[in-house]
């Protein structure tokens, strides 16, 4: 089963900060936690992780808490081609590149004009 | 940007006919898996493969399944008499340092 809960869905407008929650209390230190999101039925995209420092891309912004039991997803101006759904996932840490990905139920961000 | 690319994109079978799902995963990956998604639920783990053997698969990967890399660009999953229930979307992933999973589009098996 996933390690992680998503509110099952969230709301956003056009241009706003999309702010994605995603408890882990369960991770363990050599866990990373990955951000995935698919698009429709497309295949499930990479977006970010981090180990315990807040993380920035060209895609998203990941805040992990200092406890690292939760983290945050955001999408700084998101558009309505970021409707899709979440998944944050936490995976060891580079033991081997063979880990599978667990997958939950994801939250279901929704982007309106 | 390099991409994992999967063929064909939507299979139709009969029921109890083998069927074989094509990937070309990114060219310098190591690490190869398959996941599926049943319409509506999650994705699935599958199977995970290394230096040409499984290196881990889930209870869905039983015997009906198998997994080949022929040649050094394409990685097979072959299901052996397909079953209506796996009818589903299936990922190719493959990965290589900093090992991020990169899904390729999926292809769509329909089991009548």
């Known amino acids: 089963d996933a390690k992680t809960t998503q509110p099952p869905s969230m709301d956003c407008a056009e241009g706003r900060a999309a702010n994605l929650p995603c408890n882990h209390s369960?991770?363990?230190?050599?866990?990373?936690v990955y951000w995935y999101r698919q698009i429709h039925s497309q295949g499930p995209q990479y977006i970010i992780h981090?180990?315990?420092n807040n993380e920035t891309n060209e895609m998203a912004s990941l805040i992990i808490t200092e406890d690292r039991k939760s983290s945050t997803l955001i999408l700084p101006h998101a558009t309505l081609r970021d409707t899709a759904v979440y998944y944050c996932?936490?995976?060891?840490?580079?033991?081997?590149?063979?880990?599978?990905?667990?997958f939950g139920a994801g939250t279901r961000l929704a982007v309106h004009p | 940007e390099p991409e994992v690319t999967q063929t064909p994109s939507h299979q139709v079978t009969q029921m109890g006919q083998e069927v074989i799902l094509r990937c070309v995963p990114i060219?310098?990956?190591?690490?190869f898996y398959w996941y599926r998604q049943i319409l509506g639920q999650k994705v699935e783990f599958l199977v995970s493969?290394?230096?040409?053997?499984?290196?881990?698969k889930s209870e869905i990967f039983d015997d009906q399944f198998s997994v080949e890399r022929p040649d050094g660009s394409n990685f097979t999953l072959k299901i052996r008499s397909t079953k209506l229930e796996d009818s589903a979307m299936y990922f190719c992933?493959?990965?290589?340092?900093?090992?991020?999973?990169?899904f390729g589009p999926g292809t769509r098996l329909t089991v009548t």
């Open positions: 992933a493959s990965t290589g340092p900093p090992y991020e999973q990169y």
């Open positions: 369960t991770i363990s230190g050599n866990e990373y």
């Open positions: 981090g180990l315990k």
């Open positions: 996932i936490v995976r060891p840490a580079l033991s081997g590149g063979y880990n599978k990905l667990i």
């Open positions: 060219s310098n990956h190591l690490y």
């Open positions: 493969f290394y230096n040409n053997e499984i290196s881990e």
